[in-house]
């Protein structure tokens, strides 16, 4: 079970009228890479991994709904008081006409979120690599936000983000150490 | 010490549409290097830490955009 606080993880300022962002942040939120990817991946993950790393992937699958409720703040500040001009000038328009304002999981190019986004192999080896390679992807998305955006404030939030996927790749890297088992126990073969 | 990016020069042709860019760069961030996290690694203050996204120094590699001169970041 969860317990939820109703706060976010970090707070979350967009100083600039700018829906075309938010064009840009929905692939953090639906997108292959994404936080509702990560988090589903993670924790659909933990029923076949060694115990010593169930932790792990509670931890921070847990962690990337708080993420995903990051971005979903992000993109809802940027698109609640657009008008329909604004939404053309964006480029938003086919969400809108499906969606109003709603969110809605898909990904930068509006393909819908799908469970082939997400893998799992049910060999921890192979799991945890996966999950090292999707922390970097989603690094790296942020980096190509981030170059995209010129909202001081936003991009302070995704610097945030950046970060994370960054300690959780590290971590990720420490469990596949945990497994491998060899650590430090000078076995001579 | 690990640098935070790493760069190269792809080749440029004579023939090339647009105007090249010489140097290209990308992130190599400090969990490439670290192996299992050594104990006692320097932290940061617990409110630097929340503004940062990690508790460990040794972790902390910020990304700017070239939209936000002056604060670093990778060359463009």
Known sequence: MWIYEKKLQYPVRVSTCNPKLAKYLIEQYGGADGELSAALRYLNQRYSIPDKVIGLLTD?????????????TMVYKLTKDATPEQIK?????????DHDKGLFYHNAAGVPWTASFIQAKGDPIADLYEDIAAEEKARATYQWIINLSDDPDLNDGLRFLREREIVHS????????????EQGKKKIF | MSTHFKTYHPYVSPFD???????KAYSTPPNLYMGFQPPNLPQF?????????TLWKA??????????PGKGGLPQ
């Open chain 2, 59 to 68: 972790f902390y590699d910020p990304w700017y955009g070239p939209l936000e």
């Open chain 2, 17 to 23: 549409p647009c105007p090249p860019i010489l140097e």
């Open chain 1, 60 to 72: 921070i699958g847990t962690e990337e709904f708080a993420h995903l409720e990051m971005i979903a």
């Open chain 2, 45 to 53: 203050s617990p409110i630097e830490a929340l503004k940062a996204g």
């Open chain 1, 89 to 97: 000038a964006a480029g938003i328009e086919d969400h809108y006409v």
């Open chain 1, 170 to 181: 590290q971590r990720f890297r420490e469990a596949v150490e945990i497994l491998k088992d």
